[in-house]
């Protein structure tokens, strides 16, 4: 989708040394989205993840909950290939470098805790995924491609146990209050509105959708999600509202 009125790059793009080729400014965007998976994807497996596994409450789930630690450092070591491929210096990939996202200053306290950022933060995740199927850079929509089946299994796995939680009242106030706390820091992970850096992706083809219009798509299945779980829906913040409307007029 084109909304910034003229089409954007198509590529395709084969290879870092293709990247470089096309030009500065495209090595740029792409690197600029990869630098950001590569960081996250560690840090996440790092402060939630691996931790979980401490707090899942029987074998299996922590059999389970290895295997998505596994799976997140595995992503991190993907992204981190194509990073090395494009040359970028291993200080910006620096997990402490400061860089990361705003959900990881709320950190895991409780098994709950987890369930939600597994439904919540990897369904923010898949959207990004989804992006990058269709991304102009073929190293990364081959990632993208190979990630997707993983972060649905995430999102999935927060989604049924949250459900399960929910079968009893006490249960249930757990499931509702870890949503509630890790819905609203999920809005800013789509970026600003106005982003100058998501109308560069979006140029040269490396991403497809405005950040608002993500946002909205987010909360909608949120939305879906909590309607489904029977659980209430966190409010959306007045300033995300518009994403929402513009998203909702989008479908209809
Ligand atoms: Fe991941
Ligand atoms: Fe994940």
């Known amino acids: 989708m084109s909304t910034n009125g003229h089409s954007p790059f198509e590529g395709p793009v084969q290879t870092a040394g293709d990247a470089a080729r096309v030009g500065e400014e495209y090595k740029t965007a792409v690197s600029k989205i990869i630098t950001s998976h590569t960081i996250n994807e ?19 789930e922590k059999w389970l909950t290895c295997r998505i630690a596994m799976e997140e450092y595995g992503h ?12 970028i210096e291993a200080e910006k990939l620096d997990a402490g470098s400061g860089k990361h996202l705003s959900i990881f200053e709320y950190p895991l ?12 933060a990897d369904l923010a995740e898949i959207l990004q995924i989804e992006d ?19 972060e649905k299994f995430h999102a999935g796995y927060g989604r049924s146990r949250l459900e399960e939680l929910g079968k009893t009242p006490e249960g249930k106030v757990q499931a509702q209050t870890a949503i509630d706390r890790y819905f609203e820091v999920m809005l800013p992970f789509f970026g600003r509105r106005d982003s100058r850096n998501n109308e560069m992706f979006r140029k040269w083809g490396v991403k497809q959708r405005t950040n608002g219009f993500m946002r909205g798509d987010y909360i909608a299945r949120v939305q879906q999600i909590t309607e489904e779980l029977d659980l209430a829906m966190p409010p959306v913040p007045e300033k995300y509202q518009p994403d929402l409307d ?6 209809s």
């Open 246 to 251: 513009e998203f909702r007029a989008s479908a």
């Open 76 to 87: 991190h070591v993907r992204f981190r290939r194509l990073a090395d491929d494009l040359g």
């Open 109 to 120: 306290e409780v098994w709950p805790d987890f369930l939600a950022i597994k439904a919540l």
């Open 42 to 60: 560690l840090y996440g497996a790092q402060v939630f993840d691996e931790p979980a596994i401490a707090l899942a409450p029987n074998p299996y």
């Open 132 to 150: 990058l199927l269709e991304c102009s850079y073929i190293p990364l929509r081959d990632v993208a491609r190979a990630t997707m089946p993983e």
